[in-house]
């Protein structure tokens, strides 16, 4: 069956390392949409940073944002789906974090926060290109009106972290790797297989007809839900284990070749 929904993750999927989509990304994305698929961004990452890569493309169409946590059209900016945290679930992830002392952001209004900035704090400004506000001790005292926490530390050290937040709060968040640094923390029914099984049903595209592409473990979830599900040739070997067919690498645009091999030949 053709193909007429495409999801297509960010970070070291449509983004090279120097966090640039590609001219073949775009070109192979835009001759999609001409055809009349539905091409749509699925990321952890926050609203804003989704919608300026859609408007650089020139996709208007629901982003999914903070893995799944925000729907939101890309130029009207209509909210069409939100679910934060349980604010127990986070109070008690933020009590934890402070009692250990280690670094964690969140993410409010699409603003992001921190108590204080940190070298992880402004590497992660720059990477996305947003800025962080300071709030000192009131970091920690309002659970409310959460879509995403974001835990940053050395690669061995997040993987202790990844384990601890996983024994403490089975069942009360989804908290999947998204970088070999990054940890995401977000409400126990979010992931972007939900997102993208909502975004399919706004539309009204079986699911068969939609593709996924990805590469980090918070991937996992739409490349299984999708149809066809795409791995980057860089992607973890999670998702490619849970992946239909692969692609080439981020550096190779993996995208463009995805595309063109299963949309554009068709």
């Not at 449509?14 to 073949?24: D, G, M, Y």
């Not at 300026?52 to 789906?81: C, F, H, R, W």
């Not at 009692?99 to 720059?126: C, F, H, M, P, S």
């Not at 409310?144 to 061995?156: F, G, H, T, V, Y």
Request: glycine share 6%.
């Amino acid at each position: 069956m053709a193909i007429k929904l495409l999801a297509v993750d960010l970070d070291d999927t449509l983004l090279n390392e120097e966090c640039i989509v590609s001219e073949a990304n775009k070109k192979a994305i835009r001759e999609a949409v001409a055809r009349g698929i539905i091409v749509t961004i699925a990321t952890g990452r926050m609203y804003e940073s989704a919608q300026k890569i859609a408007k650089e493309i020139g996709i208007d169409v629901p982003l999914i944002a903070y893995n799944g946590a925000l729907v939101q059209t890309a130029v009207s900016e209509e909210v069409l789906m939100k679910r934060c945290l349980d604010e127990e679930a986070a109070r008690a992830v933020l009590d934890m974090f402070r009692e250990k002392g280690w670094y964690i952001q969140l993410y409010r209004n699409d603003t992001l926060y921190v108590d204080k900035k940190t070298d992880d704090t402004r590497a992660y400004e720059a990477r996305v290109e947003t800025k962080a506000i300071e709030i000192g001790e009131a970091f920690y005292e309002d659970p409310s009106d959460i879509l995403k926490m974001l835990a940053i530390s050395d690669p061995e050290k997040i993987d202790f972290v990844e384990e601890t937040v996983h024994a403490s709060f089975a069942g009360k968040v989804f908290a999947p790797r998204s970088m070999p640094r990054f940890l995401e923390i977000v409400n126990a029914q979010v992931n972007k297989g939900e997102a993208l099984r909502f975004v399919a049903e706004h539309f009204g595209v079986k699911r068969e007809e939609v593709m996924a592409i990805g590469d980090s473990n918070n991937d996992i979830a739409m490349v299984e839900y999708a149809g066809l599900g795409v791995a980057m040739g860089n992607a973890s070997p999670r998702v490619k284990e849970a992946a239909d067919v692969m692609t080439k690498s981020n550096q190779e645009d993996g995208v463009a070749e995805a595309i063109k091999k299963y949309i554009l030949t068709e």
